[in-house]
């Protein structure tokens, strides 16, 4: 009876974990997630650190200005992509870094090392698919121009997510 008490706890532990990252499945560069979360100091210093933020000079000059907080350029959300009950950080640049139809987005993941960007990527949208790769959920990265449409298939190859399929179509 025990057993099937514990089995059942760890169960509903899962599907918890799992009903979470069902509450944000997609994310736009247009919207903030639906349940912002505030970013550790040691995510902000790591996306500090990330090729998009660097490229962008005007963006870090914004952030140098006194008064100006790091965290307002990023809006984030916590995300289940392997089901556990360890939250990844979903995480969207704001501000100086959107384009028209793009913007980066971050998958931040923590382990025991301390926390790692699993992705990192420009684009339009950004969805959370049903399948996984190597126990992680696959995600579709969409961008939009004025006559393409972009859609790209990102997979987790047990270390960051990486692009495995391109599609172009043309806008309808």
């Not at 902000?44 to 952030?63: F, G, P, S, W, Y």
């Not at 965290?71 to 100086?96: E, H, I, M, N, W």
């Amino acid at each position: 009876m025990l057993a099937v008490v514990i089995i059942n706890l760890v169960a509903n532990q899962k599907s918890s974990a799992d009903a979470s990252y069902l509450d944000q499945t997609h994310l736009s560069a247009e919207e903030n997630p639906k349940q912002v979360v505030v970013l550790p100091e040691a995510v902000l210093n790591l996306l500090m650190t990330d090729e998009i933020v660097v490229r962008e000079k005007a963006c870090r000059k914004q952030m140098a200005i006194p008064g100006e907080t790091r965290s307002s350029f990023f809006v984030a959300t916590q995300v289940y992509l392997d089901g556990s009950r360890q939250p990844d950080f979903l995480t969207l640049g704001k501000g100086c870094f959107l384009g028209a139809h793009n913007a980066p987005f971050w998958m931040v993941r923590k382990t025991p090392e301390g926390f790692h960007i699993i992705l990192s990527w420009v684009s339009d949208d950004l969805e959370i698919l049903p399948t996984r790769t190597h126990g992680f959920h696959d995600l579709r990265l969409s961008s939009f121009t004025f006559n393409t449409i972009s859609s790209t298939i990102c997979k987790f190859d047990g270390q960051k997510y990486v692009s495995t399929k391109r599609d172009l179509e043309p806008w309808p």
